[in-house]
């Protein structure tokens, strides 16, 4: 009876193949070059907050897929010529990540993994617009939204708190061409590079 009954939980503990949490943490992202006739600086984002949510799906001990949402606080920026003007915006990412255990799941203990996979990330930005912009020689902060494919790479650990409930703790690095509707490059101007939001978050997940 008691080899049957510990049975049985293992069968439930490999049974979970599901799993759905919610995460927070904050954005970095690494800003691009302008370059124009007037000189040059540099655009993108500045980090915020970010909070996010996941459903994930573990057929297998080796490999899992999940769909994550993320909300970004990303405000717009510019600097350069010791100016540094800044208009409020957010994005929202969502996609799907192909996960890849090191070491086969056995439903408990701590569990490494990678992640790769991709879909889009809208960026918008929320402010006010006004008739000036500090560097406007440069580019335009603008009250616009523009969706964009993206890439995400990254990992974590997955970390057992009980028999349904995980702690998770995990980065994501989200790649995207730049959006240069949001962020404008002025008359005669460049906007250069891909942008690189490392978006690093803690979160809890329930087993199901």
Same mark, same amino acid.
């Given at each position: %009876?008691?080899?049957?009954g510990?049975?049985?939980?293992?069968?439930?503990?490999?049974?979970?193949?599901?799993?759905?949490?919610?995460?927070?943490?904050?954005?970095?992202?690494?800003?691009?070059?302008?370059?124009?006739?007037?000189?040059?600086?540099? *655009?993108?984002?500045?980090s915020?907050? *970010?909070?996010?949510?996941v459903?994930?799906?573990?057929p297998?001990?080796?490999?899992?897929?999940?769909?994550?949402?993320?909300?970004?606080?990303?405000?717009?920026?510019?600097?350069?010529?010791?100016?540094?003007?800044?208009?409020?915006?957010?994005?929202?990412?969502?996609?799907?990540?192909l996960?890849?255990?090191?070491?086969?799941?056995?439903?408990?203990?701590?569990?490494p993994?990678?992640?790769v996979g991709?879909?889009?990330? %809208?960026?918008r930005?929320?402010?006010?617009?006004?008739?000036?912009?500090?560097?406007?020689?440069?580019?335009?902060?603008?009250?616009?939204?523009?969706?964009?494919? %993206?890439?995400?790479?990254?990992?974590?650990?997955?970390?057992?708190?009980?028999?349904? %409930?995980?702690?998770?703790?995990?980065?994501?690095?989200?790649?995207?061409?730049?959006?240069?509707?949001? +962020? *404008?490059?002025?008359?005669? *101007?460049? +906007?250069?590079?891909?942008?690189h939001?490392?978006?690093?978050?803690?979160? +809890?997940?329930?087993?199901?």
């Open positions: %009876m008691k080899l049957a510990i049975g049985l939980m293992a069968c439930a503990c490999w049974a979970q193949q599901y799993e759905f949490g919610g995460a927070a943490g904050a954005g970095f992202v690494k800003n691009v070059n302008v370059t124009s006739p007037a000189g040059s600086a540099t *655009a993108g984002f500045k915020g907050a *970010a909070f996010g949510a459903l994930g799906h573990n297998y001990s080796l490999v899992g897929g999940e769909v994550r949402y993320s909300y970004l606080q990303s405000d717009l920026r510019l600097a350069g010529a010791g100016a540094e003007p800044t208009f409020a915006g957010v994005a929202h990412a969502i996609h799907y990540d996960l890849l255990h090191p070491r086969k799941s056995r439903g408990r203990g701590v569990q993994f990678a992640a991709g879909g889009m990330k %809208m960026y930005g929320t402010g006010k617009e006004t008739a000036y912009q500090p560097l406007n020689r440069y580019a335009y902060l603008t009250r616009t939204q523009e969706i964009k494919p %993206m890439g995400s790479v990254g990992g974590g650990v997955r970390i057992p708190i009980g028999s349904k %409930m995980a702690l998770r703790t995990e980065f994501r690095d989200y790649i995207t061409p730049f959006p240069k509707k949001v +962020i *404008a490059p002025a008359p005669g *101007a460049k +906007i250069s590079g891909w942008v939001d490392i978006v690093p978050m803690v979160g +809890i997940s329930y087993l199901f």
